[in-house]
T-cell receptor
Framework: AQKITQTQPGMFVQEKEAVTLDCTYD???????LFWYKQPSSGEMIFLIY??????QNATEGRYSLNFQKARKSANLVISASQLGDSAMYFC?????????????FGTGTSLTVIP | EADIYQTPRYLVIGTGKKITLECSQT?????MYWYQQDPGMELHLIHY???????EKGDLSSESTVSRIRTEHFPLTLESARPSHTSQYLC????????????FGPGTRLTVL
């Protein structure tokens, strides 16, 4: 079974609009971490935002926020006021309980295109 | 900002050559990782290390090998490059207890002719 599922291969958004990128995860651990990364066409992976499984509030970092719904096992990324530079691949990732293992699991990614 | 470096950034090489992709980090992180990624596709873990003299194979079968003699250095070696090795190779490190965010290097784009 997939640990991380991103069901949107490609998304388009108008500049200055908000966009939500979906991510669902599968784990039986109580302690885990959820991450979002951005990968521009240049290829580097840029860390955007982190949410811990015990964090009660949704994480925010500037224009990025993580809509964490623990019961539904979803960790959607919300980008507000989209900019042309936001066009990139976005990967959702999960780290399970470090006491039981330390691998990261990545989703297949969502390609976001911001339209002027 | 993460301090993790990879060289070379781009490499074009002929079949059968031995190559080493370099990865270094200055953050003192214990854990380091190598991923293989085809353009626009998901990442596949090929090797990881939890510390000096510790290396493990990842989920994706790979003909490469790694070593971890120093904390900051985690090179990946292909003994005999083949066209099927053409891909992007990303190195990452992590080490902050609890959060354990992985920080990535800029990647090496390898083309084997």
């Amino acid at each position: 079974a997939q640990k991380i599922t991103q069901t949107q291969p490609g998304m388009f958004v108008q500049e200055k609009e908000a966009v939500t990128l979906d991510c669902t995860y599968d784990t039986s651990d109580q302690s885990y971490g959820l991450f979002w990364y951005k990968q521009p066409s240049s290829g580097e992976m840029i860390f955007l935002i982190y949410q811990g499984s015990y964090d009660e509030q949704n994480a925010t970092e500037g224009r990025y926020s993580l809509n964490f719904q623990k019961a539904r096992k979803s960790a959607n990324l919300v980008i507000s006021a989209s900019q042309l530079g936001d066009s990139a691949m976005y990967f959702c990732a999960m780290r399970e309980d470090p006491n039981t293992g330390n691998q990261f699991y990545f989703g297949t990614g969502t390609s976001l295109t911001v339209i002027p | 900002e993460a301090d993790i470096y990879q060289t070379p950034r781009y490499l074009v090489i002929g079949t059968g050559k031995k190559i080493t992709l370099e990865c270094s980090q200055t953050m003192g992180h214990d854990k380091m990782y190598w991923y293989q990624q085809d353009p626009g596709m998901e990442l596949h873990l090929i090797h990881y290390s939890y510390g000096v003299n510790s290396t493990e194979k990842g989920d994706l079968s790979s003909e490469s090998t790694v070593s971890r003699i120093r904390t900051e250095h985690f090179p990946l070696t292909l003994e005999s490059a083949r066209p099927s090795h053409t891909s992007q190779y990303l190195c990452a490190s992590s080490g902050l207890a609890g959060v354990d965010t992985q920080y990535f290097g800029p990647g090496t784009r390898l083309t084997v002719l």
